[in-house]
């Protein structure tokens, strides 16, 4: 059965600060892999998606990383912000159709 | 105006109670999903519709059941709620890979 970790389960940073988040999977045989930000009382908003045959994407300060062979996929944000906190959920797709597995998220808070 | 609506956005109810959550979408895609969120836990699938006529269970479909009324609407209801279905549920919409999420529906079962 697919299982999703996320490390570290919270993090705090002074706003400029490069960060990583980490996300881990059990089986790399997935569709895709997705990252997504939760605000609270706004639901989801995907922020990168990363195709099986691809090792990374790119979105302004973000930057997502996909290693298949090691079930990891990395999560860099450049330069936070306090707008940056949120929480940020990983989330692999596994089976087809659309069957997203999610990990339980890293909550992050940037300050000024 | 949300892409993805749920109504209500905050329920409380009592044990044994049924209840009914709503999601309409005006992105005009086919598949459509029920979640459930749980402190500390990611996301869990209860449901998907890929149209009208084919729904199917998800992860944990257990003590729920779905209606998908037309392409746009797509509702989850508990038929008897007991308390450990407190948690707060996301309706999705997709097209190709992405999903699109509501706003969520936090309930309380008491």
């Known amino acids: 059965k697919q299982e999703v970790t996320q490390i570290p389960a919270a993090l705090s940073v002074p706003e400029g600060e490069n960060l990583v988040l980490n996300c881990s999977f059990t089986d790399s045989a997935i569709y895709n892999l997705q990252w997504f930000r939760q605000d609270p009382g706004k639901g989801l908003t995907s922020l990168l998606l990363i195709q099986s045959s691809q090792r990374e994407q790119t979105s302004g300060r973000l930057n997502a990383s996909l290693d298949k062979s090691s079930g990891r996929s990395t999560l860099y944000i450049a330069a936070s912000q306090p707008g940056d906190s949120a929480t940020y959920l990983c989330a692999v797709e596994a089976g087809g159709y659309n069957k997203l597995i999610f990990g339980a998220g890293t909550r992050l808070a940037v300050h000024p | 105006d949300a892409d993805v609506t749920q109504t209500p956005r905050n329920r409380i109810t009592k044990t044994g109670k049924r209840i009914m959550l709503e999601c309409s979408q005006t992105?005009?895609?086919?598949?459509m999903y029920w979640y459930r969120q749980d402190p500390g836990l990611g996301l869990r699938l209860i449901y998907y519709?890929?149209?009208?006529?084919?729904?199917n269970k998800g992860e944990i479909s257990d003590g729920y059941s779905v209606s998908r009324q037309a392409q746009a609407k797509f509702s989850l209801s508990l038929e008897s709620a007991i308390p450990n279905q407190t948690a707060l549920y996301f309706c999705?919409?997709?097209?190709?890979?992405?999903?699109?999420f509501g706003a969520g529906t936090r309930l309380s079962v008491l």
């Open positions: 999705a919409t997709s097209f190709g890979d992405i999903q699109y």
């Open positions: 992105k005009g895609h086919d598949r």
């Open positions: 519709s890929f149209d009208v006529k084919d729904i």
